[in-house]
Structure formats: C-alpha cells, structure tokens
C-alpha cells in the first residue's frame, strides 16, 4: 500500500471484516447489522490507512452524492454570506456536503450557473432566485425530469413549479412604518436596490402601502444598484436635497449601510439628522458604530424548511405538488432609528 492509493478492499483487511461490510459502515447505510466494535473498528482503520471513497463511485452504487447546492445572489452582501454558514450547518446535520455558486447580482450568470449546477455532482439545489417567471420553464423541465430544486425567491412564486420558501416582509415592514411614524416621520425615501433589468419584488410596494393608509405621510421609491457603492452614491444625492427625506428605508442591509455611509460623509448625523432602516436582519447591524435598525428574517427557519424541502424531494418522500413556506419578519429597532428633530 505504500506509496497506493487506498482501496476499500484495504480498509476491510486491517479492520478484519468483509469488503460489503466495511463498505455498508463507511457509508453509513441502515441495513448495517454490525457491532458498535465493528463500526469503530471499521471506522479506525480508515482513518490510520487515510481512506477516501472514491464520489463517483459512492453515488453509482448509492445513487446518491451525498452534497447539495446553494445558488446565492453576491458573496460580497453579508446577508448571503450568514445565510450560507446557517445552511450549511442545517445540510452539514443531515450528513450532506455543500457546494456553493454565486451568480454576483447579474442576471445572465445566474440563468448560467442556475443551468449548470443541475449537471454538477450533487442530489437537489436549493437557490435564491431573482425572479421565478424568468426561470418558469427551467424549472418546469427539471420538476419533469425529478431533479429536486427549492427556490428562494419573492417575485413569481404564485403557481411556482418548485417548492418555494420566503420570508413575509409584510409584517416587518408594517412594524416599520408604525414605529417611524410614531416618532413624527412623515416624509421617507425607500431606497430600491437591483440588478439591471431585475423586478424588484414585494419590499417596496409593501412599505408604500403601509405609508399610504396614514394619510398624512408620502414615500418615494428610488432605484439604485446592488453595491453599496452605488448605495452610498444614490443616497448622498437624496440627502443632499433641501427637502431630504426624514427616514431612509432601504431594500436589504447592506443598502442601508451604505446611506449610513452616506449621511456620515455629509455630516449628517444618523438618527439626528436621518433615521435608517433595512431589511434582512444580518449579525451585522448589531456590531455597527450606529447600529442598524432592520426587518429581520428568521434566517434558521428558512434554512430549515428550505433543507426539509429538499431532503424530501431527494428522498421521494415529499408531497408532489410544489409547496410554499412563508415566514413573518420582525422590525428590530435599534440606534439608527430616532425621532424628527
């Protein structure tokens, strides 16, 4: 073996043991009738011989890889990045390995990478999606040809051909509204970061919504790009204005850390001079010089259901109609949210 590389048939000889049964422990299978002493006897040699089973051919005997995909929006957006380390742990206790792809908030990677990781070597893809009717009929053709997908997604979900799990930013955003509202706030700017040629979902619409009914406030809906260089850009042209905007609520955190940005460099204190809002909820917003109010998303609960979904749709043991996952959001009211001066 010296020098080899290491060979199941390897492994069973130092622990003593037949090769199906060394392989049926290795691979952790339900049908294995072994002792407790075997299993670690097994496991043991293993490790001192530096075994590693060969992907490929776990999967051709099993059928199965073992691993799953996530398929994130921007690696350099915090929220994607905490959301990826909480997945990961919920996939990591189901005894999968994880691969993920980021499509960098542009639309024609995406529809790339979103065709390509359904060939690469993995059981099902859970992925945040930019708009479902822009992938309709992808994602009709993988459902037929059973391929397991979850999306992640706001925009299309209605009659989607895929399990789907969302947060309800509905009630986060309302918590929002009232809470500003409540301290004298009557004029806002909603801060609408996308990609070119994306929709940008329910957000907007929802805090519009929730101002309108009061009757004597008005918001403004401002689109700008996904960086928080672009953030920061379009939000010091906004508080720049003579008649700026009393509170700044933007569509995810990483936004509104950029029009925090923003009122700093124009010395504008925040909430003093401007109160802040955003949206996700990451670790992050507490850790802020100012810290960040924002509409939280159960983040564990999404990765759960999410992960449930999908090992039941690899299993065959979910139900065949495409189902749908909402959770409420909660404003979290933190430093960067104060009463008009």
């Known amino acids: 073996m010296a020098g080899g590389k290491i060979r199941l048939k390897d492994v069973a000889e130092r622990a003593g043991v037949a090769v199906n049964t060394a392989s049926t422990i290795l691979n952790r299978r339900p049908n294995s009738w072994a002792s407790k002493e075997t299993e670690e006897r097994v496991f043991l040699a293993a490790k001192d011989l530096g075994y590693r089973p060969n992907r490929a051919a776990v999967a051709l005997r099993s059928g199965r890889f073992n691993t799953v995909g996530l398929l994130i929006a921007d690696l350099e957006n915090p929220f994607y990045t905490h959301f990826s380390r909480v997945f990961g742990n919920e996939v990591s206790g189901r005894g999968y390995d994880l691969v993920i792809e980021n499509w960098q908030t542009d639309l024609a990677r995406e529809k790339k990478l979103l065709e390509e990781v359904v060939h690469r070597n993995v059981d099902g893809v859970v992925a945040f999606v930019s708009d479902l009717e822009e992938h309709r009929d992808f994602l009709e053709h993988q459902t037929k040809l059973g391929f397991p997908i979850v999306a992640l ?22 918590e929002a ?11 806002f700017c909603f801060l609408a970061a996308r990609s070119e040629g994306q929709r940008v979902g329910g957000r907007p619409a929802y805090f519009r919504e929730v101002i309108q009914k ?12 996904p960086s928080i260089e672009e953030a920061k ?3 010091r042209k906004i508080l720049e204005e003579k008649d700026r905007p009393s509170a700044m ?3 995810n955190d990483l936004t509104a850390i950029g ?39 159960p983040h564990e609960a999404i990765a759960g259901k999410a992960v449930d979904f999908l090992m039941k749709r690899i299993e065959g043991t979910g139900d065949k109609t495409p189902q749908l996952a909402e959770f409420s959001t909660q404003f979290v009211q933190r430093e960067s949210v104060g009463p008009v001066s």
């Open 249 to 251: 609520v933007a569509l």
């Open 233 to 235: 850009s379009v939000g």
């Open 259 to 297: 029009v925090m940005r923003a009122a700093k460099d124009l010395g504008l204190n925040v909430p003093g001079d401007v109160s802040v809002v955003g949206i996700d909820g990451i670790p992050l917003c507490e850790q802020l010089q100012v810290s960040l109010s924002s509409v939280a998303q």
């Open 153 to 174: 997604a706001m925009p299309g979900i209605k009659g989607a051909p895929v399990d789907v799990v969302v947060p309800n930013f509905a009630t986060g955003l309302k």
């Open 214 to 225: 009061f009757g004597d406030a008005e918001v403004e809906v401002v689109d700008c790009g």
């Open 177 to 187: 509204a009232d809470c500003l509202h409540g301290l004298g706030h009557r004029r």
